[in-house]
């Protein structure tokens, strides 16, 4: 039976990143979805690769450097799958002028009048311009991603550890990383409080030339490759512990009969940025990412709750047990809660996972798994 030194589980934009970077290292890999490559979020994202603007704090630094790291990642990688043509930032109820003035990323203001130079089409608006903004065609670089791995189109229901290897149908992996976004996770993390938030994106044909990417509370992108433009956004919330989280959101009860009045909302908000002529909706996503509390992606090794709490019943009442002491999942692994900029975020993520694994390089603080661990062991009930 052939042995993998990994199993990704999960090809999306974060295993696919992890799949990509150990297989450059020279590790045997193995991908598995359940639904195929790109079939989650990753498949319904935009994917916007777009700065963080505002006065500069943790996050932001993080998105923002993961940025540059990704441009530069996906330009060499996948050339041909990737548009660079910057992001009109327009003002909104969450993110207003003061938030789009106040930040060190650089960028140019840009008048109605500016704009209307621009494009006739363009509507009354203004708005702060960021050269580094790009989409890109998220199943094809997820597919490149992984082109160098095996892929299994199969579903992992449990783990099987024996004598050092992780056991499934037909094959067998030493070390395993679970990027499952918001699907229920195959052992139980739960300091790891995913919520999923779903969205729909579109694709449009039209005759009207997008010059650069545009971003209010939705976003319009630029012309692709193939003329089309993306319309996208992630906003609704449901409470998924009342139903399954599934895959695709084309299977969720909770969107039945949604489709119509998602698709017109997105055209009449993107017609509020720029009028579009001729068009015709070539196709309708619609996915889910997962985010948690901080808004921080979580990275590491994967902790027993219950196995490490029952070894040292004293974290609860703030007793310093430091993390080599607590119970571990052997070889096991997680990238997750990549949030509304996964393609973003998920190449840098994946070289700090894997060097941890690979290197021992200490995962930032505010990533790792760890940190969640002891937060949920540390609380007040
Ligand atoms: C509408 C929408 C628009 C977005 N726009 C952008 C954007 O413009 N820019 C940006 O950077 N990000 C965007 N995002 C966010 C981004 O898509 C996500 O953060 C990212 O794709 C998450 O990747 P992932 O690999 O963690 O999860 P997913 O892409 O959801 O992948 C998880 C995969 O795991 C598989 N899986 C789960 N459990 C199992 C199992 N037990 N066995 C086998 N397979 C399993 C699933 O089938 C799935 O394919 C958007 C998201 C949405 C929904």
């Known amino acids: 039976m052939k042995i993998y030194d990994f199993l990704i589980i999960g090809a999306g934009s974060a295993g696919c990143n992890s799949a990509s970077y150990l297989q450059k290292r020279g590790f045997s890999v193995a991908v598995a979805d359940k639904e195929g490559v790109a079939s989650g979020g990753s498949g319904a994202a935009g994917a916007f690769l777009s700065p963080l603007a505002g006065v500069q704090n943790s996050y932001n630094s993080f998105i923002n450097s993961a940025l540059e790291y990704s441009l530069d990642f996906y330009e060499k ?14 003002a909104n109820d969450n993110f207003g002028t003061t938030k789009l003035k106040t930040n060190n990323i650089k960028n140019r203001y840009i008048n109605t009048k500016e704009l209307k130079d621009i494009s006739q089409n363009f509507a009354n608006i203004d708005g702060y311009f960021y050269e580094n903004a790009a989409i890109l065609n998220p199943y094809n670089v997820c597919k490149k991603l992984i082109e160098k791995c095996d892929f299994y189109y199969y579903g992992v229901d449990e783990l099987k550890y024996e004598n050092g290897s992780y056991i499934f149908d037909g094959f ?66 449901h409470d998924a512990t009342e139903m399954e989280c599934l895959t695709s959101c084309d299977k969720c009860a909770f969107y039945v009969n949604s489709e119509q009045g998602q698709v017109e909302e997105l055209l009449r908000e993107a017609r509020e940025l720029i009028e579009l002529e001729n068009i015709e909706v070539s196709k309708i996503y619609r996915g889910a990412r997962a985010t948690i509390k901080s808004y921080f992606p979580v990275i590491g090794k994967v902790i027993d709750y219950d196995e490490s709490i029952k070894k040292y019943p004293s974290i609860k009442n703030g007793t310093k047990i430091p993390p080599e002491l607590l119970t571990y999942f052997p070889n096991l692994y997680i990238i997750n809660a990549l949030g509304s900029r996964g393609f973003v975020v998920a190449p840098l993520l994946a070289k700090l996972l894997c060097e941890e694994i690979l290197d021992s390089k200490k995962i930032p603080q505010e990533l790792s798994s760890e940190k969640l661990f002891y937060k949920m062991a540390r609380a007040k009930l």
Not at 77 to 90: C, D, F, T
């Open 77 to 90: 990688m996948a050339p041909s799958e990737i548009v660079k043509n910057g992001v009109l930032r327009v």
């Open 172 to 237: 067998m992996a030493k070390n395993v990383i679970l990027a499952q976004g918001v699907i229920k996770p195959i052992v139980s993390t739960p300091y790891i409080k995913i919520a999923p938030i779903f969205g729909v994106k579109i694709d449009v044909k039209t005759t009207t030339k997008v010059p650069f990417n545009i971003h209010k509370s939705i976003s319009v992108s630029t012309n692709k490759n193939d003329s089309t433009i993306s319309i996208g956004a992630t906003k609704e919330r």
